[in-house]
Each structure stands twice: as C-alpha cells, then as structure tokens.
C-alpha cells in the first residue's frame, strides 16, 4: 500500500505545496509554506520475479500548522512488478482533497484543495530470513496542487482568488516487515523526500474583479521525513496503516505534522 501526506506554505497561496512568499495583501500569517502531498511505495515483501500486484487505497487525513486546521480524503492506485526475488519497480498515483479554515491577524478565509501526486520507486530487498525483511527504496515523485479559496478572505482588500504548484522531489526510505503468525504482518516504515523546486502561480481579486498576477515563483528546497507502520491481513489481502509526517521550520515557514490513516486493498 502506499501512504500520502499533505502540507504548506507561509500565505494562504501555500495550502498544499504552496509558494513561500508574496502575498502579505491576502491573508498572511504564519503558514507553513511547504505543504506537499507524498506517496510511498507499496508495502509488500514478496518478490516473485515477473510478478504484477495492484493496490488500491482510501486515506483520510489532518494537518495541522500555527493559523490552520486541514482535512480530506484521498484515493490512491498502485501498481507494483517484481524485477527479480530482490528487485521490484512500482508506479502510483493519489489524488487528495480537503478544505479547511485560516485564521490569523484578524482575518480569516475557507480554502479548498486539489492535489494530484505521480510517482515511481525502484525496491531492493536487502535482507531476509523465515519471518523478517528489511526493503529499501529510492524513486522520483511530481506534485501537483490547485488551490482556491471556497469562502470570504475577511479584513484583506486584496483577495486570493487560487494558487496552483507542481513540484519534483526525491524519496528515499527503508520498511520493514515481521510476520505475526500466519496470517498477520507487522510493517513499520520510515521516509524521508527532498523537494527540489518548481513552479507556483496565484491569481488575485480586487473588489470582484481580475488584478494583475505576481511572477511565477519557486517554492524552493525542503525535506519532509515521515514515519509510520502498517499491518496487514494477509488471507484477505487487507492493508490498515497510520503516518505522521513532520517538516521543520525552513526558509521562514513553521514546521507542521500531518496526520494520515489508509485502507487499501491488493488485487
């Protein structure tokens, strides 16, 4: 299965990979300004070479960040082949939205999200014994998140009308997995991704009307390190998991957590 989280940036624009500055007329507080969504590869142990497996997952989830309380719900698919009995590539795709309410300095807006996360991992199984694995990971991943506001930006003249961010990080990340008896598995894990950039672009409104967008800006470089576990059902080929992802305080945002539980199922 796969684990999505979300965060972000240091103005309203930043709701879920958002730029980190520029917009002190909307609603400025202090954001976190690097808000992502992130998938992990799937959590599976076995590697039957030429093997396919799908995942499909459900994810509610929660930041939390100094002005902003955020939830949703996202849809994961993943799809994983099995390269040789140490080698396995996967590819997935999530999709999350959610809303929530910003607050701070008197003003205050209700924001809704779109985000969509591509990604592929390469595995490499690099021990084994009759009950225990240790698999690790490196791939690449693209974010992207359109933002807009669903409510009133009160006490603000200028008012943010959407924001959208694609991003492009690197995850790299180590599972393990312990069998509990024959049915039941035990998968804590632990990630971490560096973002390399992109490209944020915001639209504004004055009195009702169109102003003049600002230049396209980059949301810059930060790392998230997300830890978490799953266990599963293996008769039924049900996954349960929880993460918690943690971003520190860079380039003027404050840290944030996010918070995330999944289901998903193997077919």
Not at 97 to 116: E, H, L, Q, T, Y
Not at 132 to 144: A, D, E, N, R, S
Request: with cysteine; glycine share 12%.
């Amino acid at each position: 299965m796969k684990l999505k989280a979300i965060g972000k940036s240091a103005c309203l624009s930043a709701l879920l990979i958002g730029a980190a500055g520029g917009l002190e007329p909307v609603a400025c507080g202090d954001l976190p300004g690097n808000l992502q969504s992130f998938l992990r590869p799937v959590p599976r142990s076995y590697f039957e070479e030429g093997k396919d497996n799908f995942f499909l997952a459900f994810s509610p989830g929660y930041i939390e960040a100094p002005h902003i309380r955020y939830g949703g719900i996202g849809v994961n698919g993943s799809f994983r082949h099995a390269l040789s009995d140490s080698w396995a590539w996967d590819a997935h795709v999530g999709v999350f939205s959610g809303g929530g309410d910003f607050r701070a300095g008197g003003r205050s807006a209700s924001v809704a999200v779109v985000s969509v996360g591509l990604g592929t991992d390469l595995e490499y199984k690099f021990y084994t014994s009759e009950n225990i694995f240790l698999i690790g990971h490196v791939g690449l991943y693209m974010p992207y998140t359109y933002q807009f506001v669903a409510g009133q930006q009160a006490g603000s003249p200028v008012t943010l009308d959407s924001t959208s961010t694609v991003m492009f990080g690197i995850p790299i990340g180590l599972h393990a997995a312990f069998d509990l008896g024959p049915y039941w598995r035990l998968s804590p894990f632990i990630a971490y991704i560096q973002y390399l950039g992109g490209h944020t672009s915001s639209s504004y409104q004055q009195n009702e009307q169109k102003v003049p967008s600002q230049p396209p800006s980059n949301p810059g470089f930060f790392g998230s390190t997300v830890f978490g576990a799953d266990v599963s059902y293996m008769p039924w080929r049900l996954y349960f998991g929880a993460m918690w992802q943690r971003t520190p305080a860079s380039r003027g945002n404050p840290p944030y957590d996010s918070f995330l539980l999944q289901f998903s199922w193997e077919f």
